[in-house]
């Protein structure tokens, strides 16, 4: 029991399901040597020790005030998420694996909360007013009937609660786990995608920069938070079944034909829609009479960044050196990286 449990405090406090952690823990023999867990368990005996830690008291076992503390923790946070009700932990099952890299893509329904739902509407409708007022204004791409807002991060603290929920931690756990204690992934990019009455389709790619054939392992992942009914009509994303194992990029005929055998990611509103980077996907046009508004979160694998990024520049040099520096030095350490002119 005493392995048991020191195994689930490590699942508890490095953010990882069960199975997850089991697999990561036998590559990793430091961890159970660092908590001092001396035979791993299987999951039944973790399943079991969880039963126990939420139906015994666990003040009476052989173990410090501090341990106790964190056992106490583990099922107050439990209880209040049980009782939280607006957003739930989220494991996988293994039909949702299945489906999720057979076809790269998976729906979520009912993961955000209405009431949320309209608040993020309403700091978007904000936001847009904001820079730049209504259609052809801000950051607009294609015909202009298409808008982005960028740096969400940095414009509300509301979109940092989204953008933390758990649903798309486990998603994007899933699709980017390898055997490691790293992170598996990062945040690339968060922002609003606005399609205005009259969007046109968008031609059909793949997001991932990278030259033919695609490797086998992903690049980039992408959350898609519905905070309004995503209809064909107005321009949900299309995509096409199971093309991110094809390795390839839709060629210049492909990219412009209409008559591919697509999809429509249809969800409502409180859903959140992923789909893998390799996967063939566009968005759709819009054909009804009010602006379709989402939340996109962007990903990536992490080692694209650890095995370049020896020393991280952006916590090292304050504001003050950053802005004295050459815009050559600037450029070359990417200070302006992902900035977006509007």
């Not at 939420?54 to 503390?69: A, D, M």
């Not at 990019?189 to 086998?216: C, K, M, R, T, Y």
């Not at 050196?321 to 002119?341: D, F, R, T, Y």
Request: hydrophobic share 40%; with cysteine.
């Amino acid at each position: 029991m005493h392995d048991a449990i020191c195994t689930l405090m490590g699942c508890y406090y490095l953010g990882v399901d069960l199975q997850e952690a089991l697999l990561e823990f036998r590559a990793h023999r430091f961890f159970c040597d660092a908590v001092g867990v001396v035979k791993l368990p299987g999951e039944t005996d973790m399943r079991a020790a969880l039963e126990f830690l939420e139906q015994s008291p666990v003040h009476g076992l052989n173990f410090g005030s501090r341990t106790i503390e964190i056992f106490d923790r583990i099922l107050a946070d439990l209880e209040q998420q049980e009782n939280k009700g607006e957003f739930f932990k989220k494991q996988l099952t293994i039909e949702e694996k299945n489906f999720l890299h057979e076809n790269g893509y998976l729906i979520v329904e009912n993961a955000i909360p209405e009431s949320l739902c309209d608040e993020l509407a309403e700091k978007v409708n904000r936001l847009m007013l904001l820079e730049g007022g209504q259609e052809g204004a801000g950051y607009v791409y294609g015909s202009g009937k298409m808008r982005r807002i960028y740096h969400l991060l940095a414009k509300d603290k509301i979109f940092s609660k989204i953008i933390l929920h758990p649903v798309a931690h486990a998603v994007m756990s899933e699709m980017f786990y390898r055997p490691t204690f790293h992170t598996k992934y990062y945040l690339t990019s968060f922002h609003a995608n606005i399609l205005f009455p009259g969007a046109e389709e968008q031609v059909w790619h793949v997001d991932a920069n990278v030259p033919e054939p695609l490797p086998p392992w992903i690049i980039r992942s992408n959350s898609n938070f519905i905070i309004e009914d995503y209809s064909e009509e107005n321009g949900a994303t299309q995509i096409i079944e199971g093309s991110h194992h094809w390795g390839r990029k839709p060629n210049a005929q492909e990219a412009q034909a209409h008559d591919l055998n697509f999809i429509s990611l249809k969800a409502p509103k409180g859903s959140i829609v992923f789909w893998h980077g390799h996967l063939w996907h566009r968005s759709g046009n819009n054909r009804s009479m009010k602006p379709r508004v989402a939340l996109l979160g962007c990903y990536s694998a992490s080692f694209f960044r650890e095995v370049c990024m020896e020393e991280n520049p952006y916590l090292s040099l304050s504001q003050n050196m950053v802005s004295s520096m050459p815009q050559e030095l600037k450029s070359i350490l990417g200070w302006n990286h992902g900035a977006k002119n509007y």
